[in-house]
């Protein structure tokens, strides 16, 4: 399965990003989420989406800024980032998992399938 994600770049702080995360259309995910990492840092859990119900959980450090949804019918989801911080500064990866028996979806050892990340630059 891949994930095609894509949507990054440089914007200035305070302005905002949306990335997307395409799979193929014949893929039927439980768990999408986002993860970032900054350089010399562990991979950070961002949010995360339950496919069929669109409940989401969000990181404290994203929490009310950034805001996960995904549209079945193009199985692709998406990450609406607004007032960026510099500190948001990282690769964002996109991540899924078919498993519906996930129950630390923070952790990207649940996760088997990855995009190939996409770039975020904050200016300040």
């Known amino acids: 399965v891949q994930l095609q994600a894509s949507g990054g770049g440089l914007v200035q702080a305070g302005g905002s990003l949306r990335l997307s995360c395409a799979a193929e259309r014949t893929f039927d995910p439980r768990f999408t989420a986002w993860f970032r990492q900054a350089p010399g840092k562990e991979r950070e859990f961002v949010g995360v989406?339950?496919?069929?119900?669109?409940?989401?959980y969000y990181a404290d450090s994203v929490n009310d800024r950034f805001t996960i949804s995904r549209v079945k019918a193009e199985n692709t989801m998406y990450l609406q980032m607004n007032s960026l911080k510099p500190e948001d500064t990282a690769v964002y990866y996109c991540?899924?998992?078919?498993?519906?028996?996930?129950?630390?979806?923070?952790?990207?050892?649940?996760?088997?399938?990855w995009g190939q990340g996409t770039q975020v630059t904050v200016s300040s």
């Open positions: 991540a899924a998992t078919a498993r519906a028996d996930v129950k630390q979806t923070m952790r990207p050892s649940e996760y088997e399938y």
């Open positions: 989406i339950t496919w069929y119900g669109a409940s989401t």
